[in-house]
Structures are given as C-alpha cells and as structure tokens.
C-alpha cells in the first residue's frame, strides 16, 4: 500500500530557480524521509524529519513537516543541473523488527541548464 | 563508507527459471529489504527481514521468497520466474543506529522473458 504520494509527478525548472516538491500520507508516522534517485540508479537518502519536527535545514534543502495535514515539502534552492534526479519522500511504520518504510510514486524534477 | 552491494546490475531470464537476486551489505546492519520499483507504481516492498533467518512479508510477497543465513547477505528468490516480474529489484539495508534510514544498492534490472 501505497502510504506517500508526492505533487507533481514531475517539474522542470532553469538552473538557478527553487523547485518544490510536496509529499501527503494518510496515516500517523514517527518520521519522514527523503530520497533521491538518479535515472536507473539505487537511492541516496537526503533528509529526515521526526514526527516533532516543523522545519529542517541541509546545505541547499529545506524540509517542512505538517502532522496536522499529515503532508511534508522539500525545497531545494538555487537548483543546479546534477539536481536532476526523482525525489521519492517515505514514511515509517511498526517498530522494532517490524520496522519499514513506505515510498510514494516520486517527482521526477528536471532541471534545464 | 557504507556499501549495499547487488551482485548483478543487469540480468535476463525465462519464464519459469528459478532466479536468485544477491544482496550484501558491509555495515553490521540488522534490517534488510527489497523493493522493487516498476514505472508509475513508484517502489513496493516484496519482503523484509529484522535479524538472521527471520523474514517478513511487505506489500507484494506473492511470487518470491527470500533468504537470510548470514546477517550481511539478503537473497531474493523468484521460484518461478514470470514475465510480470520483469522489473527494477533494490535492495536495502538499515539501523535503528542510524535513525532508521535505508541504503540502498544500485538495483538489478531483471527481464524475464
């Protein structure tokens, strides 16, 4: 089941802009991830948020977490060509040795030089 | 640094072989996974394991089983091969030492044809 659902399912920009991308779930999670995957390639994990958390900052990503309205946004600014690449966002469930994570469909952001 | 290590990048099969996908990982990880990412469907989990010789079925266990005899190495295993299992196969490792994020290896293309 599919737990994430990323908007849009793709973006494309010019090198310099910010590019936003917005992840909804539908059930109470313990923390939020983000994910890069460049074409054909396995993912990069890029950013966690905890369920506690309203804001996180990592060099040029800004991650946002709304438990109330149980979506999260990942911006990236001053997008650069090798930010081309999906962004899948995954949300956690169980615990322990039932602990996994569930990823939406992704955005596809291509960034033009 | 940490490496998640899929023994094959690109692999083509007939329907009804038996196929067997290779994970290892080099980081003492307890929770394995595999995923397997299929355009439009985003990435799914086929099964999980949180210790040596314990498995647990994800979203889509139908059609595989998997094996854990050693902490570092996961395998997934196609009984029976079908052209639906033609797909991109990733594999996973975590710890709750790392905040619980996922590294990935760089997938197994598999066609079964």
């Known amino acids: 089941s599919q737990q994430g659902e990323e908007d849009p399912q793709a973006l494309s920009i010019q090198e310099g802009e910010n590019a936003t991308m917005n992840c909804s779930y539908k059930t109470s999670i313990n923390n939020l991830q983000w994910y890069r995957q460049n074409s054909g390639r396995g993912l990069v994990h890029l950013i966690l948020?905890?369920?506690?958390?309203r804001e996180k900052h990592s060099g040029r990503l800004r991650v946002t977490l709304d438990t109330s309205k149980k979506s999260s946004s990942l911006l990236i600014t001053a997008s650069r060509a090798a930010d081309t690449a999906s962004y899948f966002c995954a949300t956690d469930s169980g615990g322990g040795s039932n602990y996994k994570l569930t990823f939406g469909k992704g955005t596809l952001l291509t960034v033009n030089p | 640094d940490v490496k998640v290590t899929q023994s094959s990048r690109y692999l083509v099969k007939r329907t009804g072989e038996k196929v067997f996908l290779e994970c290892v990982q080099d980081?003492?990880?307890?929770?394995m996974f595999w995923y397997r990412q299929d355009p439009g469907l985003g990435l799914r989990l086929i099964y999980f394991?949180?210790?040596?010789?314990?498995?647990e079925k994800g979203d889509i266990p139908e059609g595989y089983s998997v094996s854990r005899e050693k902490k570092e190495r996961f395998s997934l295993i196609l009984e029976s091969a079908s052209t639906n299992q033609t797909s991109m196969y990733l594999c996973?490792?975590?710890?709750?030492?790392?905040?619980?994020?996922?590294?990935f290896g760089s997938g197994t293309q598999l066609s079964v044809l």
């Open positions: 980081m003492d990880h307890e929770n």
């Open positions: 996973a490792s975590s710890f709750i030492g790392t905040g619980w994020k996922l590294f």
């Open positions: 394991s949180y210790d040596v010789k314990m498995k």
């Open positions: 948020i905890r369920s506690n958390e």
